[in-house]
């Protein structure tokens, strides 16, 4: 009877530890300048990249530490592999860096990350020489041209227009558990 008493109590005691040892993600726009990066231009149209900034809180529910071994963005049904012809992801420090790897997270700490998703996508050249009219230049990121919309009225909105619901998705974070040695996975959708 006491080994029955035993084995129902440590079971109990893993099936607890298990249901509170999770990563727990939050997701906020933040008031950082929507960007737009000038990828190359083609006959009739130029392709861009939106990059719209947002915050993530990542909170570690583990007694133990964890690392991110990399981000990425899922398509709309989440199904594991995300599409770089439609998602960059880019920290915001002075420039744009990419996203954070082996970051560590020591028991139950949290960590905040500001990074700016970046939608692909064409425009019609016509168009381009008016949405950046009054666009600040910030910087050459890989040879291509990196303005600030948050001094024109119409680009915010005509970029905000050319997200459809096929180019949202999720955010994924892969986090390596070292106790034992699991990867882990953890998504968020965004909006």
């Not at 009877?1 to 249901?19: D, G, H, P, R, Y």
């Not at 963005?73 to 790897?101: C, E, F, Q, V, W």
């Not at 997270?105 to 500001?114: A, G, L, V, W």
């Amino acid at each position: 009877m006491k080994n029955i008493f035993l084995v129902l109590s440590v079971l109990t005691l893993l099936c607890c530890k298990a249901q509170t040892e999770n990563v727990e993600l939050s997701f906020e726009k933040t008031d950082a300048p929507l960007k737009v990066m000038e990828s190359f231009t083609m006959a009739d149209s130029v392709y861009v990249t939106l990059l719209k900034p947002y915050r993530i809180k990542v909170k570690s529910n583990y007694s133990n530490t964890i690392e991110t071994n990399w981000i990425g963005m899922n398509s709309g049904g989440g199904s594991g592999s995300h599409n770089p012809s439609k998602y960059l992801i880019y920290t915001d420090k002075h420039k744009l860096a990419p996203p954070p790897r082996g970051v560590k997270f020591s028991s139950y700490e949290t960590k905040i990350f500001d990074i700016y998703i970046g939608y692909r996508m064409f425009i019609k050249s016509k168009e381009k020489n008016s949405l950046l009219e009054n666009a600040v230049y910030l910087e050459e990121n890989r040879e291509r041209k990196v303005y600030d919309l948050s001094k024109s009225e119409i680009a915010p909105l005509f970029f905000e227009h050319k997200i459809t619901d096929d180019i949202r998705g999720y955010l994924s974070f892969g986090f390596y558990n070292y106790e034992n040695e699991l990867g882990l996975r953890e998504t968020i959708a965004i909006d």
